[in-house]
């Protein structure tokens, strides 16, 4: 992976320190076995004191205060496994389960790498799940509307439009591995994240690592920052109108309001090519809804809707957990290194084919 560790010396100082921190397998299995145990069991009393004890903070201008460091992470799967049908919440069991087998996947694989692949182990640098706050959920699946908890079907010209895409998507992982070649023409070949230009969103969702998210609140503005390319959005709340439509932004457009003690942002004007899932730039419209629930919870909804890529319009729900700050700068300069390589590696295979062609002609 890369420019997770472009960092000074103070904060490779830190990491070294999470290294020698960093627990060992079995040690994991065991702590994480006793988490998802006591996370399972509710404590009905415990919880109603707390509830009652609780008060929603506020910011100086009388909004629900939702700042400081949150992170998405969840062993929970977008879209709801077929065994358990139509249960939106798993019982007490299932979800230690899930919890459990999510730790033990950690180790198995490396962003989506099984453990054999050359990949350095994430766990080493303290960028495990476990390690970063992931918490039980007991839903079954992060998508909640269709009540069926799947994503709708594609419209039939979205769908036609994402085959191409994904036929002309540059090969990783395993494609590579077996013959595919990357085209690297121009620069833009290689997509926004190898460019160190954006990684997307909104939608906030779990990721592969750097899934936390920074929020601050000021007069008639919130900033939220992502942990993942350091990238930033400012939303205001004033009641402004969207930007004209053609202002395309890589994060959108979002503008913002409260109704009670929720944070509704609406968000358009999204960048052709930026867009989550490979939607519409033209017709894509993302509404979330920030509802903090106590001390450490944020209810993150967020809803879809692009009727020209999707049948109808689907909400999803990631719980948002607190984290303790700071977060780390995510400088995106491997990529950038990497972008002249590749274009060079790609020169040099041409040359190297057409060097080959040549030889053959002439036998």
């Keep these: 992976m890369r420019n997770r560790f472009a960092l000074s010396s103070s904060v490779l100082a830190v990491v070294t320190a ?28 415990a919880a109603a004191n707390i509830e009652k004890a609780w008060t929603m903070p506020r910011t100086q201008d009388g909004q629900p205060d939702m700042q ?18 139509g249960r939106e919440f798993l019982t007490d069991e299932e979800m230690a389960q899930v919890f459990k087998e999510g730790v033990q996947h950690t180790y198995e694989y490396t962003y989506a790498n099984s453990a054999e692949t050359p990949v350095y182990d994430a766990t080493v640098y303290a960028l495990g799940a476990w390690q970063n706050g992931v918490k039980p959920n007991r839903r079954s699946s992060l998508v909640v509307d269709p009540p069926d908890g799947r994503i709708p079907p594609l419209t039939p010209e979205a769908a036609k439009q994402q085959e191409v895409m994904r036929k002309t ?7 590579l591995e077996n013959g595919g070649v990357v085209k690297a023409d121009v620069p833009a070949d290689l997509g926004l994240g190898v460019r160190c230009l954006s990684f997307g969103g909104p939608p906030i969702l779990p990721g592969a690592y750097d899934s936390n998210v920074h929020i601050v609140q000021g007069p008639g503005y919130v900033m939220v920052e992502y942990e993942w390319n350091s990238e930033v959005r400012i939303i205001p709340l004033d009641g402004r109108p969207h930007l004209s439509q053609n202002i395309r932004r890589w994060h959108g457009d979002s503008r913002g309001h409260w ?16 867009t989550f899932h490979g939607a519409n730039a033209k017709t894509l419209k993302i509404t979330e809804r920030f509802t903090r629930l106590d001390a450490a919870t944020i209810e993150y909804k967020f809803t879809i809707d692009d009727p020209t890529t999707w049948t109808k319009p689907w909400s999803a729900i990631v719980p948002l957990s607190a984290v303790q700050g700071p977060m780390f700068e995510y400088a995106c300069g491997e990529g950038n290194n990497g972008l002249v390589n590749i274009m060079a590696g790609a020169r040099a295979a041409e040359r190297t084919a057409a060097a080959q062609a040549a030889s053959e002609g002439h036998k």
């Excluded at 999470?18 to 399972?40: C, E, G, H, M, Y």
């Excluded at 460091?69 to 049908?85: C, D, H, I, N, V």
């Excluded at 109704?259 to 930026?274: D, H, I, K, Q, S």
Aim: charged fraction near 15%; glycine fraction near 8%.
């Design 18 to 45: 999470l290294v020698l921190w960093a627990p060992t397998f079995v040690a994991a299995q065991a702590s994480s076995a006793a988490a998802a145990k006591a996370a399972a069991r509710t404590d009905t009393k």
């Design 169 to 175: 998507a540059p090969p990783r992982g395993a494609e």
């Design 259 to 274: 109704e009670g003690n929720t944070l509704v942002v609406e968000t358009t004007n999204f960048r052709p090519g930026a």
């Design 68 to 85: 400081g460091y949150w992170t998405s992470l969840s062993f929970t799967p977008m879209e709801r496994p077929a065994k358990y049908g």
